[in-house]
């Protein structure tokens, strides 16, 4: 979630999301009555026209009572301070930007049609499934377009030591909020997103108010969960024009010029693995950075790109600042933001990427290895990977043949939200709507702890005696180390991806659930069974089977 400020808007044409307009959106009249207390005391109203638009510079900064970052390497466990964060928002439209050491970190908005995201090299992405959803509830509350979505009253609770009242928030087709008002003022004092599911449930803290008029206020500080980082705005600037143009996407700062297609021998290599008669397995291939050569993993599960320090320093890559980057045991590791000039593929140049560089002599993925290659290069490029025939192809969209599937092959839209190829996947009774297909993953599958615990109580099914085999117990490994807590591993009858039955698949359940309740990653020992055509410009994604 970025640092957006909550503020008013003028009546949105927002219908594909939310409920119409209508009195019986606030079902009871506790909850009229506790609006308009709020309303007193912030001083107007969604709609009203005395807030129509507004640009609002924000910035992270360390509260009093933080402890003091480490003078070393170790990532600040409250994440950078020097991001400035800059929203435009009209009506329940909106886009806010992440700016740090000169360049946009990030950014995310909605149109009015989708809610997006892109990354620090200017690719954007539709966010789909839960994480739109939440998107959605969120802009609700922070648009204070309560007169919009479904709004019901709950138990009063206390918030911060003060009695609050509260109201479940839930727009029609998203997720449920609950919001707490001061019984006394009526200010908001935050809100819990998810209140319900323990997994992704977080809280944002309501830290104080300030005027932008006299009588009228908004937010001006505020925190999540027991952060000690506070989110504060140094700039607000009501009712300032905001167009269409300021409210899109960026355009991609890392562009491709692409020659003949032609591909590239890649290599499937074996990295050992949990049993020495089946160890996990990956693609490996060839590229050159800044014409320096090197040996790469092919990445789906990753975000982005990550060279490794030795490498970085021989093809000279340029330093930006620190950073951090994660893996599958969601530990935050210390890093180096660089800027590559080139990325070069069988004569396909992807130019002025943006990267992350470990600070390690490895490149994330062991082995060797001079670095991981994912999203950067996938996201405007068309990827075909040819398990039998050893080779990579890269592609311009604008210019590639697209195909008929071949009978038996599966071409489905992937959920890009995270920048990784997420889709539902079906095990069980369950159906988790937002799994990783994930090259990267070098051996089978992984899914949520809470996942493992449901699946206990399947009858005839997927039980411990039948059908379900407790193997062993594991610790993982990624790019962030190797894991504090073993996780537990068991056969399962069948999983279901897309038209596939996968069967017998050893499956071990993540102890951190660092993929949340409907997440998880599918790896190679899936993946091998077919050829690839990674297609996010078209959004779109085809397993061809190999006859493996």
Request: with cysteine; charged share 20%; glycine share 10%.
């Amino acid at each position: 979630m970025t640092h957006r400020v909550l503020l008013a808007a003028a009546a949105a044409a927002c219908s594909l999301f939310l409920a119409p307009h209508v009195a019986s959106a606030i079902s009871t009249d506790e909850a009229s009555t506790v609006l308009a207390k709020h309303k007193t005391y912030v001083g107007w109203a969604y709609g009203d026209g005395a807030l129509k638009s507004a640009r609002t510079t924000v910035v992270a900064e360390r509260a009093a009572d933080a402890p003091t970052p480490k003078p070393d390497a170790t990532p600040d466990p409250l994440g950078p301070a020097n991001g400035t964060t800059v929203e435009l928002r009209r009506e329940l439209l909106y886009k806010a930007s992440t700016t740090s050491y000169g360049i946009e970190n990030s950014a995310e908005g909605f149109t009015g049609a989708v809610f997006w995201r892109s990354n620090h090299n200017g690719q954007t992405v539709t966010r789909r499934g839960r994480d739109a959803q939440e998107a959605l509830t969120e802009d609700v509350i922070e648009a204070e377009a309560f007169s919009e979505a479904p709004v019901t009253s709950r138990p009063d609770a206390q918030f911060e030591g003060k009695k609050a009242a509260v109201l479940r928030v839930q727009p029609k087709t998203a997720v449920p909020a609950d919001v707490f008002f001061d019984r006394d003022t009526g200010a908001m004092l935050g809100y819990t997103m998810q209140p319900d599911v323990p997994l992704e449930r977080y809280t944002l803290h309501v830290v104080s108010y300030a005027e932008f008029a006299p009588g009228k206020r908004y937010v001006a500080s505020y925190r999540y969960n027991d952060s000690k980082r506070l989110v504060v705005v140094k700039k607000f600037e009501p009712n300032v024009p905001v167009s269409d143009a300021e409210l899109h996407p960026p355009a991609p700062r890392a562009t491709w010029t692409f020659g003949e297609p032609r591909s590239v021998p890649i290599t499937i290599v074996a990295h050992g693995g949990l049993y020495s008669d089946s160890g996990g397995r990956a693609v490996h291939f060839e590229a050159s950075i800044n014409g320096h050569p090197g040996h790469f993993l092919l990445d789906s599960g990753a975000g982005g790109t990550l060279i490794s320090g030795r490498f970085a320093k021989a093809a000279g890559l340029k330093h930006l600042g620190r950073t951090s980057y994660s893996g599958v045991n969601g530990r935050g590791v210390a890093a180096i933001l660089a800027r590559a000039d080139t990325i070069a593929i069988g004569g396909n140049t992807l130019h002025n990427v943006v990267v992350t560089e470990t600070g390690s002599e490895e490149g994330g993925g062991g082995g060797g290895l001079d670095g991981i290659i994912g999203f950067d290069a996938l996201a405007g490029s068309v990827f075909d990977v040819d398990l039998m025939k050893g080779r990579l192809t890269i592609s311009d969209p604008a210019a590639y043949a697209r195909e008929e599937p071949k009978q038996g092959a599966w071409e489905f839209t992937p959920d890009l939200s995270s920048f990784h190829i997420g889709t539902p996947v079906k095990v069980g009774n369950t159906v988790l709507s937002q799994v990783w297909l994930d090259t990267g993953n070098d051996f089978f599958v992984i899914l949520p702890h809470e996942l493992e615990k449901s699946n206990y109580a399947l009858v005839n099914e997927i039980t411990l005696r039948n059908g379900m085999t407790l193997e062993q117990r594991v610790t993982f490994g990624g790019v962030d180390g190797a894991g504090a807590e073993q996780a537990n591993c068991a056969r399962l009858n069948e999983i279901q991806i897309g038209p596939y039955r996968y069967q017998k698949a050893l499956s071990c359940f993540a102890p951190n659930d660092t993929f949340g309740i409907d997440g998880g990653l599918i790896g190679f020992d899936f993946l091998r069974h077919f050829n690839w055509t990674f297609d996010y410009p078209h959004n779109r994604v085809v397993l061809t089977p190999n006859g493996v």
